[in-house]
């Protein structure tokens, strides 16, 4: 429900997003790539998450899959703006609707950095046990975007104590609303990566 409202307030800013995203550089206006959705220790969902893309076309070609980093060659003038402002993310709406995401919960890794971070962090996939991923989470308001190992490390942590919080009805609802404010100042402050 919460992402449909959403998606409709913010249905109007598509068309100039698209615009600027064609404009700017070649290629489409959304982006697919596919990523780890909810994990139990019998099965791992994948799933296509949608964005407005921020990088040029064929971007990971010569170098394989990389973390994005501040002044990343790769991405896009339109698209520095898109992720200071979290505006890139707006697609992933069709993504909760779909039940594939939530809106708040940990963030889905790519398939190509899963198995190396499941290998080198204790209790990385517990985290995803029974918890969609989010387009916004209690790791992304507190630390932005992943840069290394270490950050992710640093994530786990905080993708645990979400989870801790879905204990109680009161707890949940606290910390969803806390989120979410953060989320909108990030938004607002231009403060992602």
């Given at each position: 429900?919460v992402?449909?409202?959403?998606l409709l307030?913010?249905?109007p800013?598509?068309p100039?997003?698209?615009l ?7 290629g ?9 959705g ?9 799933f296509?998450i949608?964005?407005?893309?921020t990088?040029?076309?064929d971007?990971e070609?010569?170098?394989?899959a990389?973390?994005?980093t501040e ?12 992720r ?14 779909k039940g594939e995401?939530?809106?708040i ?14 290998d080198?962090i204790?209790?990385?996939?517990e ?5 969609l ?6 790791a992304?308001v507190?630390?932005?975007?992943d840069?290394c190992?270490?950050?992710?490390r640093?994530k786990?942590?905080?993708d645990h ?21 953060k ?5 607002i402050?231009?403060r992602?990566?």
């Open positions: 429900m992402a449909l409202l959403i307030a913010t249905a800013l598509f100039f997003i698209a600027a995203i064609k404009v700017s550089s070649k489409p206006v959304i982006y697919r790539q596919l990523r780890v909810r994990c139990t220790p019998e099965k791992m969902d994948l296509q949608m964005k407005f893309r990088m040029y076309i971007a070609q010569r170098s394989g990389v973390w994005a002044n990343d060659p790769r991405i896009t003038p339109v698209g520095r703006f898109l200071k402002t979290r505006l890139d993310e707006l697609p992933q709406l069709f993504n909760v609707l995401m939530s809106m919960g940990p963030r889905p890794e790519r398939p190509a950095f899963y198995q190396k971070l499941e080198e204790p209790y990385f996939v985290r995803t046990y029974g918890v991923p989010g387009i916004t989470g209690l992304q507190n630390q932005g975007y840069a190992i270490e950050d992710v640093r786990v942590g905080f104590s979400y989870a801790l919080s879905l204990g109680s009805f009161y707890s949940w609802i606290t910390m969803d609303l806390s989120i979410m404010s989320t909108l100042i990030v938004m402050d231009g992602g990566q």
